[in-house]
């Protein structure tokens, strides 16, 4: 098997609200098991630094891999009679091959990390008071449903406005303190549940 490492989402990933990005090392490990040979690589990231497209990654790649009986020049005259963008794909080829060729490939590392999100919030003095308000609610929830609430306030706030954003942050609260009164520690025990089921439907009832 001669496979890339690198992430395409599904869509069942994209349409996941928060991050939805699976772990590929199950994957990985599977291909491993049921293949007699696995060369693995992450062969999109050496088209992109050769400015190529990852067919010439998957070329080099099969051609290091040797699994067919043809030389290596046969190869690369395949890529020049294409006539186009010869010399990344050759280049990117070039590196494949290389690397499709050593006793141990390259393995990365592709559970993609949750990046912070960055915000921008523009609108009217008030308005701007007031959002800076409610998102001084936030760091007071537990801190496994911050990140997902603070997605979903500006989610809405884009969406529709503050007073929606109000609205879904007393839910929130309403269902957290509900937690500690019935026993969760610190309001976490439900609201590991609540950040996988429930705060995406607060969203879309919000909303």
């Not at 308005?127 to 800076?132: D, F, L, P, S, V």
């Amino acid at each position: 098997m001669i496979t890339s490492t690198h992430r395409m989402l599904a869509m069942s990933e994209k349409t996941v609200p928060g991050n939805g990005v699976t772990d590929s090392r199950p994957v990985i490990e599977q291909g491993q098991a049921q293949s007699k040979r696995y060369i693995a690589f992450d062969m999109e990231q050496i088209a992109v630094d050769s400015g190529s497209v990852i067919s010439a990654s998957l070329f080099g790649a099969l051609a290091g891999s040797a699994a067919l009986p043809f030389p290596r020049e046969s190869f690369e005259e395949t890529i020049r009679a294409s006539s186009r963008g010869v010399e990344p794909s050759l280049k990117a080829f070039d590196v494949a091959f290389s690397t499709a060729r050593e006793a141990q490939p390259r393995f990365e590392d592709t559970t993609e990390k949750t990046p912070v999100p960055q915000y921008t919030v523009r609108g009217p003095e008030l308005k701007q008071r007031n959002w800076q308000q409610l998102m001084a609610r936030c760091p007071q929830l537990p801190p496994v449903v911050q990140t997902m609430a603070l997605a979903g306030c500006h989610k809405i706030a884009d969406f529709q406005d503050v007073d929606y954003v109000t609205e879904y942050l007393e839910r929130l609260e309403s269902v957290v303190q509900d937690d500690v009164v019935h026993g969760g520690a610190d309001g976490d025990t439900d609201c590991r549940s609540l950040r996988q089921n429930i705060l995406p439907m607060l969203w879309f009832m919000t909303m």
